[in-house]
Structures are given as structure tokens and as C-alpha cells.
Nanobody
Framework: QVRLVESGGGLVQVGGSLRLSCAAS????????AGWHRQAPGKQREMVAV???????NYADFVKGRFTISRDNAKNTVYLQMNSLKPEDTAIYYC???????????WGQGTQVTVSS
């Protein structure tokens, strides 16, 4: 299975933007679902956005219209463009590659996003 490495996190002011990247050590074409999840201190991990192998996307209500997920199978990379950031977006963001067909579920180590007011 692949290893996933997130990058692009950091400190940003309210209303700012960040672009997260998730680079895989190998091909992601065999994973039907790529996603970004986040976990804030004291809270459960929650889904932010997912993209299927067909390109279909699904977003959590709290990021709709602000975040965009995309995948580049040729580069084995998944992206999360985050705009209009809010303090409540502060969390560790994790990328995920999931294949329900093969029963494989791989997570990255996470990248911290902090939005200051």
C-alpha cells in the first residue's frame, strides 16, 4: 500500500487561503476514494471532502463553497484548496486513500492548519 505525506499547512489569518497537498509514494489509481479529514482539539475526526476516481466530489456542509478537492492521478497527489478560512477551520488535516473494493484504507500523518483571528 502507498504512504501518504501531507504538506501546505501553516498559520493563516481569517479570510486567507491555503492549499494542502497529499503526495503518495505510489499510484493512487487503485484507490476509489481520496479524501481530506480533520480533527480539532477535543473533537472527533470529521470528513471535510472526498473525491472519487470518476471525479465526483462530496463536501461537508461547513466547507461548501470555500474548499475544493482535486486529485491528479498522474502525479499521485490529492489537493485541498481552502479559501475564506475561519478560526473554526483550525485543526490537523489528514489525507486518506480508500479502496472499499480491496479493503485498503491508508492515512497520512496530518498537517496542522491554524487560522488566527
Amino acid at each position: 500500500q502507498v504512504r501518504l505525506v501531507e504538506s501546505g499547512g501553516g498559520l493563516v489569518q481569517v479570510g486567507g487561503s491555503l492549499r494542502l497537498s497529499c503526495a503518495a509514494s505510489g499510484s493512487i489509481s487503485g484507490y476509489e476514494i481520496a479524501g481530506w479529514h480533520r480533527q480539532a482539539p477535543g473533537k472527533q475526526r470529521e470528513m471535510v471532502a472526498v473525491v472519487g476516481s470518476s471525479g465526483a466530489t462530496n463536501y461537508a456542509d461547513f466547507v461548501k463553497g470555500r474548499f475544493t478537492i482535486s486529485r491528479d492521478n498522474a502525479k499521485n497527489t490529492v489537493y485541498l484548496q481552502m479559501n475564506s478560512l475561519k478560526p473554526e477551520d483550525t485543526a490537523i488535516y489528514y489525507c486518506r486513500q480508500y479502496s472499499p473494493r480491496r479493503g485498503v484504507d491508508v492515512w497520512g500523518q496530518g498537517t496542522q492548519v491554524t487560522v488566527s483571528s
